[in-house]
């Protein structure tokens, strides 16, 4: 006869697992704060001699005379991940309606295992195509049409190489929140005499565009912090840009090109681990609002 | 015979009551008596499907009459949902399928080259078996289908929106409400109104796919005598898991077992006597 009596051992083995996975969870969480104090206290020396709104609106970057603008890198990555998103996100969200509403399984099974290559490629190499590729394009065939004379490396190049990189991500995700639509939703649609594309319209866009929404987000936070491949096209030219034609000099790009060298120069570590910081709080920032836009768009939609 | 059922659509206002009296006039009846009185609606020649290379439909021929309600019953898996999915085509969309031999709707194959695939589903509405309100308000809901078609006058939407939910028999629940959105309201409410919104594209065949086996009891009943109110204008198909449902509701009943049609009949008959041994097997519960 089975006893109903309290098994140490058992209980004892439940609780451990519970806690270390809690343990375990605080763990990965520390990182992130861990990092935000480091940086931050690095960078404590340039912000106890300059105001940080004048570091931040400042746009002349000459370390050796002691200034550090960062306006030009804040101005620099925005431009370039917004020109991303603008290019990639019309193109993706039509190529995954295409491939999980109208696509035959055949073709599915073919263009799948290309998306996840074109995702699989390294940044670098998208960064040599760039040079290769885009930038002759640009300064040969498409900037001579708007300005006098561009190099192009420019935002356009970085824009475009950028956009590529973060295609792969975002028909991967479009589709993944397509196909988790309840197919119900689309057979009452089209049980009334709808068409494919009238149902994709008014119910599946519609019904899907929260996550869409959330898609989009975290594409544009993949596009920030891209480094190497945007390094490579952009020009980094510490300028605030005022066409797409002209350089710019995104921050993680800053980061990456400058630290370790010409650490003599004082202050100048702070004000590169500042800039670290600036990327850091403009995400955190970014995913911040959006989740908060998010949930009331979610509110909005709840239907 | 035939006049005798005319009466009773004259004098019997009450569906229930008028259900009892037909039923009773059908009890003398015999034979055929509902296909010839209803002239056939959907009739299914030699159809065969095949799903991912499996024989789920066999030879299927039937006839589905007009402006009664059929009951399509059977044990689970035997291709009823298949069949009914056949009559509007949205079987197609699914993958690796292939569909042989005629669906006529009105004497139309449906498989024909020159049929578009948008005006036969307007004609049939589906009743699925979950209420699948679309992501919107509940006004727009009803609208949906008529904007789809074309008509954009805010004054004859309004109207029509009443018009589908009074028969629905939802208006008087949801008149203050009809902005707010589809999901806020119960699950039979939902199931009403998506029975609304299959009417006001004016289909002349509703479908239900066990429309009422997620509802609760009360729910299911009023579904059950919303088709019944509806049967003098409609041709209904409804697949049910409930014999008991089929019992109450249906003219006329199609067993199938296993991807095929074992006995169709006017619901009198086969159940109170059935004339194959497996239809007489499954109505006394020995399998289902």
């Not at chain 2, 589906?126 to 009803?142: A, F, G, K, T």
């Amino acid at each position: 006869m089975n006893t109903i009596r309290y098994n140490k051992y058992r209980q004892a083995k439940e609780f451990l697992i519970r806690h270390i996975m809690l343990l375990l969870t605080l763990v990965s969480l520390t990182f992130a704060i861990l990092i935000g104090i480091s940086l931050y206290y690095k960078s404590v020396p340039i912000l106890d001699h300059q105001s940080i709104w004048g570091l931040l609106s400042g746009s002349s970057w000459r370390p050796l005379k002691g200034e550090f603008g960062f306006f030009p890198f804040i101005m620099g990555t925005l431009w370039v991940t917004i020109l991303a998103v603008i290019i990639s996100l019309p193109l993706c969200l039509l190529a995954a309606i295409y491939l999980s509403e109208y696509a035959h399984p055949y073709i599915k099974k073919i263009v799948f295992p290309m998306i996840d290559v074109l995702a699989g490629i390294p940044p670098v190499v998208y960064g040599v195509w760039g040079i290769l590729a885009v930038v002759p394009f640009i300064s040969e065939k498409l900037a001579p049409h708007f300005v006098e004379f561009s190099t192009g490396y420019s935002i356009l190049a970085g824009g475009i190489v950028l956009a590529i990189m973060i295609i792969p991500l975002m028909i991967s995700v479009f589709i993944e929140i397509f196909d988790a639509l309840p197919g119900g939703l689309r057979e009452a649609s089209l049980s009334l005499g709808a068409t494919n594309w009238q149902t994709i319209k008014k119910v599946v866009l519609r019904k899907s565009f929260p996550g869409l929404a959330a898609a989009v987000v975290l594409a544009i936070s993949r596009a920030f912090g891209e480094t190497i491949a945007v390094l490579m096209v952009c020009g980094n030219v510490s300028e605030v840009p005022k066409s797409l034609f002209d350089p710019a000099y995104p921050l993680p790009a800053l980061i990456a090109n400058n630290y370790g060298e010409m650490m003599s120069i004082p202050l100048y570590d702070a004000a590169l681990m500042l800039s670290a910081l600036l990327l850091f709080v403009i995400i955190l920032a970014f995913n911040a609002i959006s989740r908060l836009v998010l949930i009331r768009i979610e509110r909005n939609f709840a239907l | 015979m035939i006049q005798n059922l005319l009466r009773v659509e004259k004098y019997f206002d009450s569906p229930t009551e008028k259900l009892q009296v037909m039923r009773e006039t059908l009890n003398q009846a015999s034979g055929d008596l509902i296909l010839k009185a209803h002239k056939p609606h959907i009739s299914v020649r030699n159809l065969n499907v095949y799903l991912a290379k499996k024989h789920i439909l066999k030879n299927v021929s039937l006839d589905i009459p007009d402006k009664a309600i059929t009951c399509i019953i059977g044990p689970s898996g035997c291709g009823k949902t298949t069949l009914l999915k056949t009559f509007n085509r949205l079987l197609q969309n699914s993958v690796d399928v292939k569909i042989e031999g005629d669906v006529l709707v009105d004497g139309e194959n449906i498989h024909g080259k020159e049929v578009e695939v948008e005006s036969i589903r307007k004609k049939m509405g589906l009743l699925s078996q979950r209420p699948c309100p679309l992501p919107m308000s509940i006004y727009d809901n009803i609208a949906y289908g008529p904007r789809i078609h074309g008509i954009r006058r805010k004054k004859t939407l309004n109207l029509m929106v009443e018009k589908y939910l009074r028969e629905a028999g939802l208006w008087d629940e949801v008149k203050d409400r009809l902005k707010s959105p589809a999901t806020s309201l119960s699950i039979g409410q939902q199931q009403r109104l998506c029975l609304a919104r299959g009417l006001a594209v004016k289909p002349e065949i509703i479908l239900g796919d066990e429309a009422t086996s997620a509802l609760d009891p009360i729910s299911s009943k009023k579904i059950e005598e919303l088709f019944v109110k509806l049967r003098d204008q409609y041709s209904i198909v409804l697949v049910t898991h409930t014999l008991r449902q089929a019992r109450r509701i249906a003219d006329y009943v199609i067993f199938m077992y296993l991807g095929e049609v074992i006995e169709a009949a006017p619901a009198s008959e086969i159940f109170s006597n059935p004339k194959e041994k497996l239809t007489k097997e499954y109505l006394d519960g020995y399998f289902s």
